[in-house]
């Protein structure tokens, strides 16, 4: 036979009871059990630690939310800024410029510009 110590039978005890915690917590024994006014405290700050990490994940999720709008905003932007360059590119070419002065009746010059030189 194996002789059992004193300690080794305490040790189990506490694991016994250890185990028997959550069980106790689910079943509502643990507050039938224990003196209330030494759990309320700890109680109270995980209630405290998890409202903060609820209130913290909602800010990361809403944050990540207006960084994705944002960025196809921005993309959206940036199509639009090529788009209107390129028609500006081609309104104000010459060729572009000359179909439309010709309803006006303005020709582009064939002779080329002369430089004017002032004598003092």
């Given at each position: 036979?194996?002789?059992?110590?004193?300690?080794?039978?305490?040790?189990?005890?506490?694991?016994?009871?250890?185990?028997?915690?959550?069980?106790?917590?689910?079943?509502?024994?643990?507050?039938?059990?224990?003196?209330?006014?030494?759990?309320?405290?700890?109680?109270?700050?995980?209630?405290?630690?998890?409202?903060?990490?609820?209130?913290?994940?909602?800010?990361?999720?809403?944050?990540?939310?207006?960084?994705?709008?944002l960025t196809k905003e921005i993309k959206l932007l940036k199509f639009k800024h090529i788009?209107?360059?390129?028609?500006?590119?081609?309104?104000t070419k010459q060729t572009s410029i000359s179909k439309q002065l010709k309803s006006r009746?303005?020709?582009?010059?064939?002779?080329?510009?002369?430089?004017?030189?002032?004598?003092?």
């Amino acid at each position: 036979m194996k002789r059992t110590t004193i300690k080794e039978k305490s040790i189990k005890d506490v694991a016994i009871k250890t185990a028997r915690i959550p069980l106790d917590i689910i079943s509502g024994n643990f507050f039938k059990n224990v003196n209330t006014k030494k759990i309320i405290p700890l109680t109270v700050y995980i209630i405290i630690l998890l409202s903060i990490l609820i209130g913290n994940t909602n800010s990361g999720q809403k944050s990540a939310a207006k960084i994705e709008s944002l960025t196809k905003e921005i993309k959206l932007l940036k199509f639009k800024h090529i788009s209107i360059k390129t028609k500006l590119t081609e309104i104000t070419k010459q060729t572009s410029i000359s179909k439309q002065l010709k309803s006006r009746g303005i020709f582009i010059s064939k002779t080329p510009p002369q430089k004017i030189t002032i004598k003092k």
